[in-house]
C-alpha cells in the first residue's frame, strides 16, 4: 500500500518568514495530493491540493509543488502569520474522487512565532 | 461542498460497552469515509463505507469491532465494539477530498 512520509514533524518560523514541508510517497499510482490544516481540536480543513498533471499550483501565500518522477510533493507557506500556527498534513490517493481515501503523513506541527 | 453532522461530539464509556457514531451528510454521496485519530497523531483509515453492499475496512481493521451501516447515500454509522482504553481516540466521517465531520472525541475508562 502506499507509504506517505513528512518532514519535519515540528517546524518554527518568525512571522513573516517562509514556511516549507516536505513529504514523499512511494505508491506511483498516487496521483492526487491534498494539504489539509488542523488547529487544537478542530477537523481537517483542505487547504489546497494538487493534481500529478501539474507541477505548481498556488493560491495566495500558499503553494504546492509536485515532482512526480521523484515521488515528492511540498507545501510552502510565505509571510507566514501567527493564525497559520496549526499541525499540517499532507496525504496521498489514487485519484481524486476516492480522495476520502487517502494516506496521510504523520504531520507537521508549525508554530509561528510573533 | 458538502456538509457533515457528527455525533456524538465527545464520549466517556466503560470498558467493554459499545458505542455508535453516526454521522449525516446533506447531499448524496456514493462513499464516505471513517477515520481514526489518536491523540497526537495522524489520521489512519479504518474502511470505506458504500451504500448497498459491505463496507470496505483497511489492514488492520476488522468488521466485528468496527461494525458500520450505510443504510442510504445521506447517512452512516461507525460502532466502536467491545471498547477498550486502546480505543480512545477521534473519530471522523469524510466524504471526498475536502470534507470532515467534526469528530467524535472518545474516552474509555
Known amino acids: 500500500g502506499e507509504n506517505v512520509e513528512q518532514h519535519p514533524s515540528t517546524l518554527s518560523v518568525q512571522e513573516g518568514d517562509s514556511a516549507v514541508i516536505k513529504c514523499t510517497y512511494s505508491?506511483?499510482?498516487?496521483?492526487?495530493f491534498p494539504w489539509y490544516k488542523q488547529e487544537l481540536g478542530k477537523r481537517p480543513q483542505l487547504i489546497i491540493d494538487?493534481?500529478?498533471?501539474?507541477g505548481e499550483k498556488k493560491d495566495q501565500r500558499i503553494a504546492v509543488t509536485l515532482n512526480k518522477t521523484a515521488k515528492h510533493f511540498s507545501l510552502h507557506i510565505t509571510e507566514t502569520q501567527p493564525e497559520d500556527s496549526a499541525v499540517y498534513f499532507c496525504?496521498?490517493?489514487?485519484?481524486?474522487?476516492?480522495?476520502?481515501?487517502?494516506?496521510f503523513g504523520d504531520g507537521t506541527t508549525l508554530t509561528v512565532k510573533p | 461542498s458538502a456538509v457533515i453532522s457528527q455525533k456524538p461530539s465527545r464520549d466517556i464509556c466503560q470498558r467493554g460497552t459499545s458505542l455508535t457514531i453516526q454521522c449525516q451528510v446533506d447531499?448524496?454521496?456514493?462513499?464516505m469515509f471513517w477515520y481514526r485519530q489518536q491523540p497526537g497523531q495522524s489520521l489512519t483509515l479504518i474502511a470505506t463505507?458504500?451504500?448497498?453492499?459491505?463496507?470496505?475496512?483497511e489492514s488492520g481493521f476488522v468488521i466485528d469491532k468496527f461494525p458500520i451501516s450505510r443504510p442510504n447515500l445521506t447517512f452512516s454509522t461507525l460502532t466502536v465494539s467491545n471498547m477498550s482504553p486502546e480505543d480512545s481516540s477521534i473519530y471522523l466521517c469524510?466524504?471526498?477530498?475536502?470534507?470532515f465531520g467534526q469528530g467524535t472525541r472518545l474516552t474509555v475508562v
Open positions: 469524510s466524504v471526498g477530498q475536502a470534507f
Open positions: 505508491d506511483s499510482a498516487s496521483n492526487y
Open positions: 494538487i493534481r500529478s498533471n501539474v
Open positions: 496525504a496521498a490517493s489514487r485519484r481524486r474522487q476516492e480522495a476520502g481515501k487517502s494516506t
Open positions: 447531499s448524496q454521496v456514493t462513499m
Open positions: 463505507a458504500n451504500q448497498g453492499s459491505e463496507a470496505t475496512y
